[in-house]
């Protein structure tokens, strides 16, 4: 019988790649996702069609309204940036961070993760090409996996050792397509970015869309998810 996992699935193609790995490790995956009042609506959509591309036993959305707090372009109604250069996009904590955001999920994917008698929690965290986001960071995951075994039941009682599992942390975005294309993921099915039109189609414009394109680019493959003409 096959390990039960905990997967954090966005509709992002980071994401999507995270489950596939955990698939092939032979985990059997329960995922979650959160409708956290962002923006774009579409990558809800998306994160229950990867979730059943990848045969989850289980996907779980949850609300949590992040609005109520304000502040972020993906929650709030601020413009997403558009064009920016790689320069830019390296430098400082874009204004795309929603505030906490990595901890409010891993802790309730915690929370799944005990109930169901989880040792291992998947998230698709990159510290390579978008090294903005705090909360993407692995020293970041080691804080947040020592506090998980120190926080809960399972933990301290050792029934349980809990791992966060970040397989994508030191990838490129060209790395994660190729390893995901290999694995069989139809990066078709995820949305990326951050200010998509109604349809769900992509800007190609906002630093998500950009380092997309440029990992397809780079990985010399087109990218399947649609966009603006
Ligand atoms: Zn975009």
């Not at 996992?5 to 509709?11: H, N, Q």
């Not at 020293?139 to 301290?156: C, S």
């Not at 189609?201 to 998810?225: H, I, N, Q, T, V």
Request: hydrophobic share 40%; net charge negative; aromatic share 8%.
């Amino acid at each position: 019988m096959s390990k039960p996992a905990v997967i954090l699935l966005s509709g992002g193609l980071d994401s999507a790649t995270t489950g596939a790995i955990a698939r092939a490790d032979g985990f059997e995956l329960h995922a979650l996702s959160f409708d956290y009042g962002q923006r774009h609506r579409c990558e809800l959509d998306a994160a229950r069609r990867v979730g059943e591309s990848l045969g989850v036993r289980r996907h779980v959305t949850l609300e949590i309204d992040l609005r109520k707090f304000g502040t972020s372009a993906l929650t709030a109604a601020i413009d997403v940036p558009k064009g920016r250069s790689d320069e830019q996009m390296g430098t400082g904590i874009p204004i795309t961070y929603v505030p906490a955001r990595n901890t409010v999920f891993l802790s309730l994917a915690l929370a799944y993760a005990e109930t169901l008698s989880a040792a291992d929690l998947f998230i698709g965290v990159n510290a390579v090409d978008y090294s903005g986001y705090p909360d993407c960071r692995p020293e970041y995951i080691a804080a947040f996996e020592r506090m998980a075994n120190l926080a809960t039941k399972a933990g301290v009682e050792g029934t349980l050792a809990f791992k966060i599992h970040t397989p994508l942390v030191h990838w490129s975005k060209a790395e994660i397509i190729r390893e995901g294309t290999r694995l069989g993921v139809d990066f078709g099915l995820t949305r990326s970015c951050y200010d998509p039109d109604a349809s769900g189609a992509a800007c190609g414009g906002c630093d998500s869309c950009s380092l997309r394109l440029k990992g397809f680019a780079e990985a010399g493959l087109a990218d399947p998810a649609p966009y603006r003409t």
